[in-house]
């Protein structure tokens, strides 16, 4: 079955940088598109990045410049880098499988604050 491990989420200061992974098994990971997206509670789950199979990626304004999203199809994990944090982005952060498909991981908590 489908399952998708995030990891990586933590507090860091304002300007700070973390490394979200998110392992994949249960599929043929490099055929699919993935994604990250964040949720703040009270508020709807957002998408962040999204890469597909080709590479080719989307991002969310509110992160275009300071995120990357990429892939390691040899380990089947998806990551997120992020520079730069704002405590804005504080959030619940999920990677997802493919654009129309319902699978999620559980979320990695991320705080940035002083």
């Known amino acids: 079955q489908v399952q998708l491990v995030e990891s990586g989420g933590g507090l860091v200061q304002p300007g700070g940088s973390l490394t979200l992974s998110c392992a994949a098994s249960?599929?043929?990971?490099?055929?699919?598109?993935m994604g990250w997206y964040r949720q703040i509670p009270g508020k709807q789950r957002e998408l962040v990045a999204r890469?597909?199979?080709?590479?080719?990626?989307n991002y969310a304004d509110s992160v275009k410049g300071r995120f990357t999203i990429s892939r390691d199809n040899a380990k089947s994990t998806l990551y997120l880098q992020m520079n730069s944090l704002k405590p804005e982005d504080t959030a619940v952060y999920y990677c997802?499988?493919?654009?129309?498909?319902?699978?999620w991981g559980q979320g990695t908590q991320v705080t940035v604050s002083s």
């Open positions: 997802k499988l493919g654009v129309d498909y319902n699978y």
């Open positions: 890469i597909f199979s080709d590479r080719r990626t």
């Open positions: 249960g599929f043929i990971f490099s055929n699919f598109a």
